[in-house]
């Protein structure tokens, strides 16, 4: 007779991810005297977490539809209930210059490249993967190096859990968009005409633009006017009179800029 069984059970029960099992198993022998079989009394236990959910990740930075005249650090969170997070990867495709391109690396160096590319992105100051269950992590990636200005961007995260088999994954298949401009916009004043002698002047007025930014640009804010008095005819604006407020006229003598969109 074998001394050795292998056993199965097979199962129909529901299990609930996120929930931990335990799992006992005991053996009986084929005694039948005097009083039935030996029995296992210091039985062995296994315990799993169930877990079929995938993990939750969003980005902080880029924020959506924000407009950056700087690099942006991508970096964000990454969370799993039942099992933790294991790493998190980060795609950053460029929509238009060059189009449909990610930036990745390419042999020797990283660049913008036609084709999929997901970065490493390891935990964020103090945080280091895996980030335990139930724990809230911040990771973060390297950023590209070379954005264009006026030009649309898209970031793209995932996150996979701590299961051991069969991983849940999150993909976030949308993106964030983003954009990036740091080419300053452009002024000028219309009327009073430069050199030109007024009697009469109840208005100040100009254009701005910034569509030297490119070809989707943040657009103009706002506009602001410095109006400054000759402290003698024919002085130096430098080292001339006092700066229009309105309501308080020429009392200013620090330079004051008046907002006007």
């Known amino acids: 007779a074998s001394n050795t069984t292998d056993w199965l059970l097979n199962l129909s029960a529901t299990w609930n991810s996120g929930v931990d099992y335990t799992i006992n198993c005991r053996a009986y022998d084929k005694v039948t005297q005097p009083a039935g079989p030996n ?28 407009y950056y005249s700087a690099k942006p650090e991508i970096w964000g969170t990454a969370w799993d209930k039942a099992t933790g997070v294991n790493r998190v990867k980060v795609a950053i495709k460029s929509i238009d210059d060059p189009p449909d391109n990610y930036w990745g690396w390419c042999g020797s160096s990283y660049s913008w490249t036609a084709g999929e590319y997901w970065l490493d992105a390891p935990g964020r100051g103090a945080y280091t993967f895996p980030f335990g269950k139930n724990a809230l992590g911040e990771w973060s990636t390297k950023t590209a190096t070379n954005y264009t200005s006026g030009a649309r961007y898209r970031a793209f995260v995932k996150a996979v859990d701590e299961t051991d088999y069969t991983e849940n994954t999150y993909e976030d298949a949308t993106g964030t968009p983003f954009f990036f401009d740091n ?58 009179g006092n700066y229009w407020e309105p309501g308080a006229g020429w009392a200013q003598t620090d330079q004051y800029w008046i907002n006007r969109q």
Do not use: C, H, M, W
């Open 39 to 66: 029995v296992e009394v210091v039985f062995t236990s296994y315990t799993f977490t169930f877990d079929n959910t995938a993990p939750s990740a969003g980005l902080s930075v880029p924020a959506n539809s924000v």
């Open 183 to 240: 080419i300053a916009p452009v002024s000028k004043t219309t009327a009073p005409i430069n050199g030109v002698g007024y009697s009469d002047l109840d208005a100040i007025t100009g254009t701005a633009s910034d569509l030297t930014s490119g070809a989707y640009p943040a657009g103009i804010n706002n506009v602001k006017i410095t109006i400054q008095k000759e402290s003698v005819k024919g002085g130096s604006f430098e080292r001339g």
